[in-house]
């Protein structure tokens, strides 16, 4: 069976993708042609009393003119404009604006593609606590995209997004202190990483957090959670984890077995597993 050492050195497994949605407004049934006329003029007013907002300055206007220009949602859909009103917005401090102006200069939507300015506004809405900001920071210095390349920097932003229960910053950090990349080697705070990711149902930490049982590394040796995390990333469709379990199977008695299926059959997103009168 693949060792967990061997496992990390696959290297990161960063998702850079970050995706934000927006909750639109659900259509209405179809309404007499009076009706859908005074429905057009009340939503004509509104648009142009947000847009009145908008150029007084008002950022969350301008945050919502953002959004409506960037979905086409009652506008055309316009990017350049979108950037636009985010850009206003962000100015102002805005969080949020300034994340999906980040997020734009780094796909090059309504604005030139460029992965230094995406990293600045990044920067400045991770600083105020955007987990998803601190994530992707965390990542374009890991990768040195952006900016000059620095992992330590790198465990810095993963460690603040980590601790807001950021799943995929919790992965990452457990394998950087199982590597010792970034922070120093530490197979117990490697552990405890891997098990806040696997407990929110990251697969992937699941089935390291199996290993490391079944290797007794940064915890203590103990097969019957082993194979619950291990059972539990199988079932999320990992073929490493399928025959990871399968072997630990092999090696469990016939009473342990059953409380290992016992554990991992009832098993809830958001719980830590943990046997009665043992350690995690």
Same mark, same amino acid.
């Given at each position: 069976m693949k060792t967990i050492r061997r496992i990390a050195s696959t290297g990161f497994l960063i998702v850079l993708a970050a995706a934000v949605l927006f909750a639109g407004c659900g259509k209405s049934e179809a309404a007499p042609p009076v009706a859908q006329e005074a429905a057009k003029q009340? =939503? #004509?007013? $509104?648009?142009? !009393? +947000?847009?009145? *907002?908008? $150029?007084? /300055?008002?950022? $969350?206007?301008?945050?919502?003119? /953002? %959004? !409506?220009? *960037?979905? /086409? #949602? /009652? %506008?055309?859909?316009d990017a350049a404009k979108a950037a636009e009103w985010y850009q206003k917005a962000a100015a102002q401090g805005d969080a949020a604006a300034q994340f999906i102006l980040g997020l734009m200069y780094a796909d090059g939507e309504g604005v030139p593609k460029n992965a230094a300015k995406a990293a600045e506004w990044f920067q400045k809405a991770a600083a105020q606590g955007d987990a998803k900001a601190q994530s992707i920071l965390g990542a374009m210095y890991a990768k040195g995209e952006g900016v000059s390349k620095d992992v330590a920097k790198a465990a810095e932003w993963w460690q603040k997004a980590a601790a807001q229960g950021d799943a995929g910053a919790q992965y990452i950090l457990g394998v950087m202190y199982n590597k010792g990349e970034g922070v120093p080697k530490d197979a117990a705070k490697a552990a405890e990483w891997f098990q806040k990711a696997a407990a929110q149902g990251d697969a992937k930490a699941q089935f390291? +957090?199996?290993?490391?049982?079944h290797n007794g590394l940064g915890v203590p040796k103990d097969m019957i959670l082993a194979y619950a995390w291990l059972n539990i990333a199988a079932m999320g469709g990992g073929a490493d984890a399928l025959k990871a379990r399968d072997i630990a199977e092999s090696q469990l008695p016939g009473n342990e077995l059953a $409380?290992?299926? *016992?554990? =991992? =059959?009832?098993?809830k997103k958001g719980q830590i597993l943990v046997r009665e009168g043992r350690d995690r």
């Open positions: 009340t =939503s #004509e007013q $509104e648009f142009a !009393m +947000l847009l009145k *907002r908008a $150029e007084a /300055g008002d950022a $969350e206007a301008q945050f919502i003119l /953002g %959004v !409506m220009y *960037r979905n /086409g #949602e /009652g %506008v055309p859909q390291i +957090l199996g290993l490391m049982y $409380e290992a299926q *016992r554990l =991992s =059959s009832n098993w």
